[in-house]
């Protein structure tokens, strides 16, 4: 369930809503609609506290552990005054929460809010008696925003929380290092490595799948096996080719970090089955059992924790696996994956080994919920509160989630779960594509460096990779739209990842170090993410215009209403000593900033305006 909020210009009324056709395959819902109108008549700036929202959000303050309330602030003149600054909101205000049940021990705070605007700010607050559980707060509240002027008319919201802060898994929010981070790593490695070849449009990954699903010459993974490899190898031979002696986790770990990326998520077994840690005895299809006899999930995390420990470590597993006979045994089959061993692409009669398979083992207990526990409590994975999990299916989620949540909890640690290991997601995962409009809550786009896969593909040509440029503006846009950046790199069988693609990371990483400002620990702007090439992001005190074109004839031009004000100051980022204190004016209401040419020069990429609120 989805909620979406936009403002509707005062300057162009709104005069109908548009609902997509009811024959549509996938379905709309509409369980709510709200108008609220602007104040027409208001002859000072107001705001108004739209919505009071209990979060899982939590920090130690004090040695007292807080929750954040998200409260939504908004100026309710019509967008049609913003020409007026005396009905601007301008701050500093504090935002404090009380009521019977709770106190603010850390208000949020509120520099600027233009006619039409909206923002969000964090209260955090604890209980106020030791009766009360923490994060089990009721009742209702009060809102006060308060400032060293009384120019604000409504300054109260009075809001029910009869159900605020249930820390049960099924209402998990997402971290605040996490909303934070932004951009991740994302790294598809494995025995599909060692062929590691796709059809463009297709997943290298899905291999030994896709040589299955048509066994027929008209299906390019079958022709490209046989004419690669023969009739007589079938895809497990791959485990004693699978010989990573170029694989250096210090490499891989500073190569994420010089990307500018602030979290990795390792695939530590894909739906082959073939995991890359100690699988103990779970199962014994795993590189610690068999092939190298290494553990490369330890390698890693061990490399990132010395490294580069402020990086965040996360963990993908696939929760069904294709052709594993104990998931079938045990009735988990489902669709397309029934859970059975894998007829020969060449010779139906013959059944395929599934290598390493320990027999008399529950499919979901014995080796889906162990393994997601190894990873959990063995590899203090952080990303995966469950591991970053994929496919669904039958699964135990909710009992893992159940102890592990509080586990890491217990070590202050704050984990997050994605929307692919069952029914308690914490974030949606759009897979090769994105949201083209803010979406309030949080989500993640994962795609591959590779425009059609995520793991490596021999029958990418270098320039066919995506471009830096690319990788940035998709970066940009998603964090404008409230989303996090999930990158894809797919090493080759023997630990490298190719050098192609770490040139575009590493010019990726360079403007990051510059500009990072305005993509890091930024919010949305909810008036609009975008206007042609320009992409906007915020803070509670700074304002961002990134610009996709190089800035032409020493002008920038902002074709909207940002909120700018007498006395800001607007650099241009690594544009060095000449991007600093830019002039500015504003013509029809309309943002102009000066930009030397020796400023722009000095940047690639991207343009990133940094406004710092006077």
């Known amino acids: 369930m989805y909620h979406w909020s936009a403002g509707v210009r005062s300057d162009s009324p709104l005069v109908s809503v548009t609902l997509p056709e009811s024959h549509w395959p996938n379905h709309f819902h509409l369980f709510s609609l709200s108008l609220v109108p602007s104040d027409t008549h208001a002859v000072r700036p107001k705001i108004?506290?739209?919505?009071?929202?209990?979060?899982?959000?939590?920090?130690?303050?004090?040695?007292?552990?807080?929750?954040?309330?998200?409260?939504?602030?908004t100026n309710p003149l019509p967008s049609s005054n913003i020409a007026k600054s005396e009905l601007w909101v301008k701050g500093p205000y504090t935002v404090s929460v009380g009521g019977d049940e709770l106190k603010t021990v850390l208000p949020g705070v509120v520099d600027r809010i233009m006619p039409s605007d909206e923002v969000r700010v964090k209260v955090w607050v604890v209980e106020t008696s030791p009766s009360v559980p923490a994060a089990a707060f009721?009742?209702?509240?009060?809102?006060?925003?308060?400032?060293?002027?009384?120019?604000?008319?409504?300054?109260?919201?009075?809001?029910?929380?009869?159900?605020?802060?249930?820390?049960?898994?099924a209402t998990r929010d997402t971290p605040e290092w996490w909303d934070d981070a932004k951009f991740g790593i994302f790294i598809h490695w494995g025995l599909y490595s060692v062929p590691g070849w796709a059809p463009k449009g297709w997943y290298a990954a899905w291999y030994w799948w896709w040589m299955h699903k048509w066994p027929n010459p008209d299906n390019g993974f079958w022709r490209y096996h046989k004419e690669h490899y023969g009739t007589d190898v079938v895809y497990d031979d791959f485990i004693e080719e699978f010989k990573p002696s170029q694989f250096n986790a210090s490499e891989w770990i500073d190569i994420f970090g010089e990307s500018g990326a602030k979290y990795f998520v390792l695939v530590t077994k894909h739906h082959d089955g073939f995991a890359l840690f100690d699988t103990k005895d779970s199962t014994h299809r795993s590189s610690w059992h068999l092939g190298p006899k290494r553990d490369f999930i330890r390698e890693l995390f061990d490399a990132a924790?010395?490294?580069?420990?402020?990086?965040?470590?996360?963990?993908?597993?696939?929760?069904?696996?294709?052709?594993?006979?104990?998931?079938?045994?045990?009735?988990?089959?489902?669709?397309?994956?029934?859970?059975?061993?894998?007829?020969?692409?060449?010779?139906?009669?013959?059944?395929?080994?599934?290598t390493g398979r320990v027999p008399g083992k529950d499919y979901l207990r014995d080796q889906q919920l162990a393994q997601m526990n190894m990873l959990a409590y063995d590899y203090d994975t952080e990303i995966m509160a469950s591991p970053w999990c994929d496919i669904g299916g039958p699964n135990l989620t909710n009992e893992f989630a159940e102890g592990w949540y509080p586990y890491a909890e217990s070590q202050g640690r704050q984990?997050?779960?994605?929307?692919?290991?069952?029914?308690?997601?914490?974030f949606d995962t759009p897979e090769y594509t994105r949201?083209?409009?803010?979406?309030?809550?949080?989500?993640?786009?994962?795609?591959?460096?590779?425009?059609?896969?995520?793991?490596?593909?021999?029958?990418?040509?270098?320039?066919?990779?995506?471009?830096?440029?690319?990788v940035l503006h998709s970066l940009i846009d998603i964090v404008s739209k409230n989303g996090n950046y999930l990158i894809g790199l797919g090493p080759t069988a023997d630990g490298i990842i190719v050098e192609p693609v770490v040139e575009r990371m590493l010019d990726v990483g360079k403007w990051l170090k510059h500009s990072g400002d305005c993509v890091y620990g930024t919010k949305y702007f909810?008036?609009?993410?975008?206007?042609?090439?320009?992409?906007?992001t915020q803070t509670d005190s700074t304002f961002?215009?990134?610009?996709?074109?190089?800035?032409?004839?020493?002008?920038l031009r902002v074709g909207r209403d940002v909120p700018v004000m007498n006395g800001d100051k607007i650099s241009l980022l690594g544009g060095g000593k000449a991007g600093e204190d830019l002039k500015w004016h504003l013509e029809g209401g309309k943002l102009v900033v000066d930009v030397p040419d020796e400023a722009v020069e000095l940047v690639e990429l991207a343009w990133a305006f940094k406004v710092e609120y006077a």
């Open 415 to 426: 984990v997050v779960m994605n929307n692919r290991c069952g029914d308690i997601p914490q």
């Open 544 to 555: 961002c215009i990134i610009s996709f074109e190089k800035p032409q004839d020493g002008q």
């Open 305 to 354: 924790k010395a490294e580069r420990p402020e990086m965040h470590r996360g963990t993908y597993i696939s929760m069904p696996e294709w052709y594993n006979p104990d998931s079938g045994a045990g009735g988990y089959g489902f669709g397309d994956w029934p859970g059975q061993l894998a007829h020969n692409a060449f010779d139906y009669s013959k059944l395929e080994p599934y």
């Open 435 to 470: 949201f083209s409009s803010i979406q309030t809550v949080k989500w993640e786009t994962s795609e591959g460096i590779d425009p059609h896969c995520y793991a490596y593909n021999r029958a990418t040509k270098p320039e066919e990779y995506k471009s830096a440029r690319t």
């Open 48 to 73: 108004s506290v739209r919505r009071v929202l209990p979060t899982t959000k939590w920090r130690i303050i004090d040695g007292i552990k807080a929750y954040a309330l998200e409260v939504t602030l």
């Open 138 to 169: 009721g009742g209702r509240v009060k809102v006060k925003v308060s400032g060293e002027t009384d120019r604000v008319t409504e300054v109260f919201g009075d809001f029910d929380l009869a159900k605020a802060f249930d820390p049960s898994p």
């Open 526 to 536: 909810f008036p609009g993410a975008e206007h042609h090439d320009l992409r906007f």
